[in-house]
């Protein structure tokens, strides 16, 4: 643990006082790394502080990394409503040490089993405005973490089912403190009001938004989770909870929804095959469709491999360019191609192939930008036309004591979903990734509205492995459509200039997606705008709130201690023994 996080955490230790259950264990389990101590062996890197010290308590009681997940996972569906929960979805990558090998599980949200094409289309045929389709019951699409949790703690898991919901459970019931970030997200949402039990749970009886300290209770939450404890997933996807989100979602009158309690009963959780590729020394594996990221995060290195970052300043004004380069490629290709391959043909291995990425590389030119990209294969779909992507989203990484690893991203798409609450939970808005227009250039767009279909999504869980099969690194972040290029960028930090897991998720953002080229505002990349404009970048400085957390392997002692990373733009932490 190094001392900023320890620092970090003590400083919160006003709000944390009133959860006694978890926030001493807190404080006890984050003392400094003192020169001559052992590197931790297990960690757990989450958006909170009481979620991810959830995750540690399972590690400490000989849990596994998906227990630990598992745990923590639903301790920040409680204190970070606004970004995931067991009302939305979720990708999990998992390292199994033993076997030196990689599954990835899909707990992406479906479209209705009744939606279609024209599920975002006015009368007049024209898309919906983007905030009118999102608040309400139109855009919930059935959730799949806790289906997802389930397949990969069958899977995985070594504790008892139960014990992971524990903590959750003692926190729901005995109140946690609002923390500033939740504090400012609802005080700046126009739309937490519009629905009773969701303008009730986050606003004072004066119908202020809750002041930072605020003791939040959520009984109803705790009372799902201990059905779900005692029932399994059917206990969520069968039954009056599954009842009542149904009639959230379809009782929201001024924008009902399709999902029904058929569709909660049949959605499924999936186990994929991760999409990997080597890059330099190591091994880079990501997520498959129906998110773009592992595909997007994959091309981008693999087009920069030819070039040696490593001999460039990190996030100097010509790595910028480089990295931006290789990203305006990598959207080209997935606003076009990328969507649910169990719907679309998706051309993965054409896309991936190191012939096709060869020649895309050759497109970079170190002294000019190449403006707008083009894709590089032939579809018979079209672009995707430009929509919003609001960021929220959370991303925990995780590594046991034997050496197994989790990287997971979790969401609920827009801040607060869409609004709803059931049963204690924020319901998703995921449906909205989903293109409005079905159709562009009389072409069909691959990510359009079809039944039962998982949107498009960016979540971008990473793991790198070294040429032997060994963990190196777990790394993700929220953040919309710009959460490829924070992983992208991390990674490089990481690999290619040797910096810390701190030093690489704390590390200014940059950004590119096949337009402007995006600098974090405040930062020092910030100097680099004039240097970008000479190379011909269109230039953005705008705030870019990454939440990346990441785990990394110690090169030294024999490869047997990690370290941490815990994006300061939030408020998590990475806790380590």
């Not at 672009?383 to 989790?406: I, W, Y």
Request: aromatic residues 6%.
């Amino acid at each position: 643990m190094t001392r900023r996080l320890c620092s970090f955490i003590a400083s919160l230790q006003g709000h944390l006082a009133a959860v006694a259950v978890l926030a001493l264990p807190l404080v006890a389990g984050c003392a400094p790394v003192e020169p001559g101590d052992s590197p931790p062996r297990q960690m757990v890197a989450a958006a909170n502080p009481l979620a991810a010290e959830a995750g540690m308590a399972m590690l400490r009681q000989g849990g596994s990394a998906v227990d630990a997940a598992i745990a923590t996972a639903l301790v920040l569906g409680l204190v970070e409503p606004q970004s995931s929960g067991i009302g939305g979805g979720a990708f999990l990558l998992h390292y199994d040490a033993d076997d030196r090998d990689v599954v990835a599980y899909d707990g992406r949200e479906t479209a209705p089993g009744s939606a279609d094409e024209g599920l975002f289309l006015k009368a007049d045929g024209e898309p919906m405005a983007f905030w009118d389709a999102v608040v309400g019951g139109r855009s919930v699409g059935a959730p799949g973490l806790l289906r997802m949790l389930e397949l990969a703690h069958r899977d995985h898991g070594k504790l008892p089912w139960p014990a992971l919901f524990q903590p959750a459970i003692r926190l729901a019931e005995q109140g946690f403190a609002v923390s500033p970030r939740l504090h400012e997200l609802i005080a700046g949402d126009q739309y937490l009001k519009r629905y009773p039990a969701t303008a009730a749970y986050f606003h004072d009886a004066a119908g202020n938004p809750l002041p930072v300290g605020t003791l939040l209770k959520n009984q109803a939450y705790a009372d799902t989770l201990k059905a779900v404890a005692a029932g399994g997933a059917d206990a969520f996807y069968r039954g009056p909870v599954a009842v009542d989100i149904v009639e959230a979602v379809r009782s929201a009158t001024d924008n009902p929804g399709l999902l029904s309690y058929t569709d909660l009963r049949g959605y499924q959780a999936k186990r994929r095959t991760p999409v990997c590729l080597p890059y330099r020394i190591w091994v880079v594996c990501g997520m498959p469709p129906p998110t773009s990221g592992g595909v997007a995060v994959l091309q981008i290195l693999k087009l920069l491999e030819p070039f040696d970052l490593a001999a460039l300043q990190p996030a100097s004004p010509q790595a910028i360019h480089l990295v931006a380069e290789a990203s305006r490629l990598a959207f080209a290709d997935r606003n076009r191609f990328l969507a649910d391959s169990d719907f679309v043909d998706v051309p993965v291995g054409a896309l991936l192939d190191p012939a096709y990425l060869a020649s895309r590389s050759a497109l970079i030119d170190p002294a000019a930008s190449m403006g707008e990209a083009s894709p590089g294969l032939l579809s018979q779909h079209a672009m995707a036309p430009f929509q919003l992507n609001p960021p929220s989203t959370s991303h925990l990484s995780v590594v046991d004591a034997e050496g197994n690893a989790v990287s997971m991203t979790a969401s609920v798409e827009s801040a607060f979903g869409a609004r709803l609450m059931a049963r204690g939970f924020i319901l998703n808005n995921e449906l909205t990734d989903f293109s409005f227009r079905p159709a562009a250039d009389g072409l069909a767009v691959a990510n359009r509205v079809q039944p039962g279909k998982r949107p498009r999504s960016s979540m971008s869980p990473t793991l790198v492995l070294d040429r032997d099969g060994r963990f190196v690194m777990a790394i993700g972040s929220p953040g919309g459509s710009r959460i490829i290029g924070y992983t992208a960028k991390a990674v490089i930090a990481a690999l290619d200039w040797n910096l810390s897991m701190q030093q690489a998720v704390a590390l200014p953002n940059f950004v590119n997606r096949n337009g402007a080229t995006d600098l974090e505002e405040g930062t020092s990349v910030v100097d680099a705008k004039a240097a970008l404009e000479a190379l011909g970048h269109e230039v953005n400085v705008i705030g870019m709130t990454s939440g990346l957390h990441g785990i990394r392997r110690l090169s030294g002692n024999g490869g047997a201690g990690l370290e941490g990373g815990a994006d300061p733009r939030r408020e998590g932490v990475a806790l380590g023994e």
